[in-house]
């Protein structure tokens, strides 16, 4: 697996972050890590900083993660979450500003071609310029 820059997905539900990885993973193929997090860590629904910083561990990258994430309270705790990374990985961790399924893919296609966290990210936000 050549290092690409890994995508994790961020839902409220665990079923919708765990399927949205699933759908990359089929379609984009295995050379992409893609790690997921979703649900309260009693199985409702939410997110939890502490799991998404798990996600972000499991598709850590030389070149970074992007992280999709499916409302506001995803994308507050995704940030946090970023904030407590050490430095040097904080910097090469992004939340994205795209559709949470749609983005990810994507993310992972352009992540699997080699591109950079910044390329990475323009592509999955493109999404929402239209």
């Known amino acids: 697996m050549s290092d690409t820059v890994g ?3 961020v839902s409220h539900s665990r079923d919708i972050a765990k399927g949205t ?3 990359v993973r089929q379609m984009v193929g ?9 649900g309260d ?3 409702g629904l939410g ?3 502490p799991g998404i910083i798990d996600a972000i561990n499991d598709a850590w990258s030389t070149k970074g993660v992007a992280i999709l994430v499916d ?3 995803a994308e507050t705790n995704s940030e946090m979450a970023v904030e407590m990374l050490e430095p040097e990985r904080r910097k ?3 939340v994205c500003n795209a559709p949470i399924v749609e983005g990810a893919v994507m993310a992972a296609t352009e992540a699997a071609g ?3 966290l910044e390329q990475v990210r323009a592509v999955a936000e493109e999404l929402t310029a239209g």
């Open 7 to 9: 995508i994790v997905i």
């Open 114 to 116: 080699g591109s950079s």
């Open 41 to 43: 860590p009693d199985g």
């Open 92 to 94: 090469m961790v992004v």
């Open 47 to 49: 997110t939890n900083v």
């Open 30 to 38: 295995s050379e992409v890590k893609v790690a997921f997090c979703g």
């Open 71 to 73: 409302l506001g309270g």
């Open 21 to 23: 990885a699933d759908m």
